[in-house]
T-cell receptor
């Protein structure tokens, strides 16, 4: 049973370009979360999605960032017109969200974005 | 505003001894707490959790203690092993949604 998969593992972009980060949740998991880790910082929540729905995007920057989790295919975190401050590790996590149970989130290996 | 605080950026412990990692939180609505372990260039992996209805949860060498009145939890690792060297993140959620709030992490070094 494959774990959470993220690709690419490393992404280099120049200022002004677009970055697309992909996340495939664990099999049977319908809930996806994106987190960002800046250097020397903890993970900061960005967005929580279910299939075709954004449940909570309170951690997403208001501009340039968007996320989707389509009916088919991976979840995508999209950053338009990247700036140097976007350089960070972006982690995706998934959970089965079984009702009534505390359930931990399983993390992917992350995508390290470097903006030149 | 840091709702989950890990005040020790790093900790060094002799192999075989007990490692104690501390965590404080400010939000009294948090009711579920987790510890994650992270190696370089990998994603965090879940270690152990505790619900606010308990004050202790044990899993092998790992024990988490929760003191709700002090808004404090700690992770005990005994005996510490070289493979325990990693960054440990304390995290919490308030049960209304699945959003997890992470601390900044503590880097644990196990010395030979």
């Amino acid at each position: 049973n494959a774990g959470v998969m993220q690709n690419p593992r490393h992404l280099v972009r120049r200022r002004g370009q677009e970055a697309r980060l992909r996340c495939s949740p664990m099999k049977g998991h319908s809930h996806v979360y994106w987190y960002r880790q800046l250097p020397e910082e903890g993970l900061k929540f960005m967005v929580y999605l279910q299939k075709e729905n954004i449940i909570d995007e309170s951690g997403m920057p208001k501009e340039r960032f968007s996320a989707e989790f389509p009916k088919e295919g991976p979840s995508i975190l999209r950053i338009q017109q990247v700036v140097r401050g976007d350089s960070a590790a972006y982690f995706c996590a998934s959970s089965p969200r079984l009702a009534g149970l505390d359930n931990e989130q399983f993390f992917g290996p992350g995508t390290r974005l470097t903006v030149l | 505003d840091q709702q989950v605080k890990q005040n020790s950026p790093s900790l060094s412990v002799q192999e075989g001894r007990i490692s104690i990692l501390n965590c404080d939180y400010t939000n009294s609505m948090f009711d579920y707490f987790l510890w994650y372990k992270k190696y370089p260039a990998e994603g965090p992996t879940f270690l152990i959790s505790i619900s606010s209805i308990k004050d202790k949860n044990e899993d092998g060498r790992f024990t988490v203690f929760l003191n709700k009145s002090a808004k404090h939890l700690s992770l005990h690792i005994v005996p510490s092993q070289p493979g325990d060297s990693a960054v440990y993140f304390c995290a919490a959620s308030d049960g209304r949604d699945d959003k997890i709030i992470f601390g900044k992490g503590t880097r644990l070094h196990i010395l030979p």
